[in-house]
């Protein structure tokens, strides 16, 4: 299975979606899984599955902003978040 982190500038119409229907009312501090990354930073971040791909994506702010927002903004979602992602494997 691959394996993403996400930041949330690069976070996809279908993964913010993914996000929305598994985080219906936004994350908690319990939904939060916090890790170093290899350069020793420390990850803030939420999971969402698909069936090829388990995305990590780092909490901010704005990720919070977005997915309170996206039911009132889901024709412009294409114009919030742009389609590019991080691939990340562990070692």
Same mark, same amino acid.
């Given at each position: 299975?691959?394996?993403?982190?996400?930041? @949330?500038?690069?976070? &996809?119409?279908?993964? $913010?979606?993914? $996000?929305? /229907?598994? @985080?219906?009312?936004? @994350?908690? =501090?319990?939904?939060?899984?916090?890790? =170093? =990354?290899?350069? #020793? #930073? %420390?990850?803030?971040?939420?999971?969402?599955? &698909?069936?090829?791909?388990?995305?990590?994506?780092?909490?901010?702010?704005?990720?919070?902003? %977005?997915? &309170? #927002?996206?039911?009132?903004?889901?024709?412009?979602? /294409? /114009?919030?978040?742009?389609?590019?992602? /991080?691939?990340?494997?562990?070692?």
């Amino acid at each position: 299975m691959r394996k993403a982190i996400i930041d @949330y500038k690069k976070v &996809t119409p279908e993964i $913010l979606q993914l $996000l929305q /229907e598994r @985080y219906p009312g936004g @994350y908690r =501090d319990r939904d939060i899984i916090i890790f =170093d =990354d290899h350069r #020793n #930073n %420390t990850i803030e971040a939420v999971e969402v599955k &698909t069936n090829d791909t388990i995305y990590l994506v780092k909490v901010s702010s704005k990720l919070h902003y %977005t997915m &309170t #927002n996206i039911a009132t903004e889901s024709d412009d979602l /294409e /114009e919030i978040v742009p389609d590019v992602i /991080e691939d990340f494997s562990e070692e």
